[in-house]
């Protein structure tokens, strides 16, 4: 099991929750992302520079993902190939991706975007809060202590 991080638009908060999950439960935990991430040394932790463009790093994660990983990302498309390909999705603020979710919140994501196209100001999300912090880290020590291997 490894961790693979859509390392682009994750909040700087939680990369340090991850980088002190991957050496506490010693997993590989791999961020990637179109420029360069400054991770900490460690050997369980990397970071992947990809090419610029459109889901580069997406695809990139999607192409080295193994059944029973988990992806950090807010991209809800990416979490639908995740969920796909057998792995876990889980998004920087907390909330899992399932199969039983990901069709709805892929329908929300392409109704706001056709209401965005068409000139309505949806607004974005709200500002990441400490309550956001705390649920990503409770359910990432949740995911670590049922599927991280045990030394």
């Not at 639908?80 to 998004?91: R, S, W």
Request: proline residues 6%.
């Amino acid at each position: 099991m490894q961790i693979w991080v859509d390392a682009d638009a994750c909040p700087v908060v939680i990369k340090e929750i991850l980088f002190r999950a991957a050496d506490r439960a010693k997993v590989m935990t791999t961020l990637v992302a179109n420029q360069m991430v400054r991770v900490p040394p460690s050997r369980f932790i990397k970071m992947v520079q990809v090419s610029s463009g459109f889901d580069v790093a997406d695809n990139e994660i999607v192409k080295r993902l193994e059944p029973g990983d988990l992806v950090i990302t807010a991209d809800i498309p990416l979490a639908a190939d995740v969920i796909e390909k057998g792995g876990h999705a889980l998004n920087p603020r907390g909330e899992f991706y399932s199969a039983e979710n990901i069709r709805s919140l892929l329908n929300m994501r392409d109704f706001m975007d056709t209401l965005r196209s068409s000139g309505v100001d949806t607004g974005g999300p709200p500002a990441f809060s400490q309550g956001d912090r705390k649920a990503f880290a409770s359910h990432l020590d949740r995911f670590l202590a049922r599927y991280a291997p045990r030394s």
